[in-house]
């Protein structure tokens, strides 16, 4: 084989382990959905909806989702959670005040120690709290 002969075979190669690699990095990755922000807007909560091989892992879940809780600004990731089922489970209750201090999506999520919102501020109807 000449030199050229070997170039192309490992070009060829190298394509191949590329494109395998691009194809389990689109697979295993969450795509975003959505989000939701708190009664005073400090904090979000952005869906992802699971990757095809999350899905395929948890086949008994009818809407497998991944949430990710955020404050706002600074920009910080304060939780993220397991892949949940949120069938008819998706219901956002932000307690924000001590002593509870969580944010809790339906029964299966709850991100907890999360710092209050305003310490001065006058405490917020339990409409904005649980629509």
């Known amino acids: 084989m000449t030199n050229i002969h070997r170039y192309w075979k490992r070009i060829k190669w190298l394509t191949i382990g590329a494109s395998l690699l691009g194809v389990i990095w689109y697979l295993g990755t969450p795509k975003y959905d959505r989000s939701h922000y708190s009664p005073r807007h400090l904090y979000r909560l952005d869906y992802y909806e699971a990757s095809w091989l999350q899905k395929l892992v948890h086949r008994d879940m009818r809407y497998p989702h991944v949430i990710r809780l955020y404050r706002v600004d600074p920009k910080t990731l304060l ?42 501020c006058p405490p917020l109807p339990d409409s904005a709290v649980m629509p």
């Open 79 to 120: 939780g993220e959670s397991d892949v949940v089922d949120l069938w008819i489970n998706g219901q956002i209750y932000w307690y924000l005040y001590p002593p509870m201090n969580k944010v809790r999506v339906g029964r299966d999520v709850v991100f907890e120690n999360i710092p209050p919102e305003c310490t001065d």
